[in-house]
């Protein structure tokens, strides 16, 4: 199974800094169609998740550009380029390339 | 909008049997591969299966093979999960989502617990 090893686990930010989270992969995430399924999942505290990026890098409609995805291969990174206090919670990276699917163990976003 | 709702989830004894089902709205749904995922109380997302557009493929994380079945009816835009042998271990809430590789729509979920 492919696993992804997110970093930090807890990231206190404070209001109006940058954030960066870490996900590497156990192997390639380059699919045999030449896709890279590569997302990045928000969980606001009581709410479900919701995709932010897809692709690696590909920001979903009504995304804030504030969020910012980079990474090929084994090695991606979530960007906020400035943390806002909405932007508290879980973030989780997800790979769909192989099976089975599987998920990053999560970052806490806090404010300091 | 394309939306998700779940419903079935309960409290139920180990070994016990529940359905939960999913009805999506505002996309096609028979043109989508469709997934369920969980999250164990104050845990991370699991994948649990996923299914294809017409029933033809279905994947199962290894903890619910033989125990868990999904299944979808694309006449009533619904998908399902029936789940036996339950065991404590798979107390979660389980989200219905849109998609396989990108997953873009998640529902609101429906709790299950497994307790005596």
């Known amino acids: 199974d492919v696993v992804l090893t997110q970093s930090p686990l807890s990231l206190p930010v404070t209001l109006g800094q940058p954030a960066s989270i870490s996900c590497r992969s156990s192997r390639s995430l380059v699919h045999s169609d030449g896709s890279t399924y590569l997302n990045w999942f928000q969980q606001r505290p009581g709410q479900s998740p919701r995709r932010l990026l897809y692709y690696g890098s590909k920001r979903d409609s009504g995304v804030p550009d504030r969020f910012s995805g980079s990474g090929s291969g084994t090695e991606f990174t979530l960007r906020i380029s400035g943390v806002e206090a909405e932007d508290v919670g879980v973030y989780y990276c997800m790979q769909g390339t192989h099976w089975p699917l599987t998920f990053g163990g999560g970052t806490t976003v806090e404010i300091k | 909008e394309a939306q998700l709702v779940e419903s079935g989830g309960g409290l139920v004894q180990p070994g016990g049997s529940l359905r939960l089902s999913c009805v999506a709205s505002?996309?096609?749904?028979?043109?989508?591969?469709m997934t369920w995922i969980r999250q164990a109380p104050g845990k991370g997302l699991e994948w649990v299966a996923s299914?294809?557009?017409?029933?033809?493929?279905?994947y199962y994380v290894d903890s619910v093979k033989g125990r868990f079945t999904i299944s979808r009816d694309n006449a009533k835009d619904a998908l399902y999960l029936q789940m036996n042998s339950l065991r404590a271990e798979d107390t979660a809430v389980y989200y219905c989502?849109?998609?396989?590789?990108?997953?873009?729509?998640w529902g609101q979920g429906t709790t299950v617990t497994v307790s005596s």
């Open positions: 299914m294809r557009q017409d029933g033809g493929e279905r």
């Open positions: 989502v849109r998609g396989r590789s990108g997953m873009d729509v």
């Open positions: 505002g996309f096609s749904f028979s043109s989508y591969w």
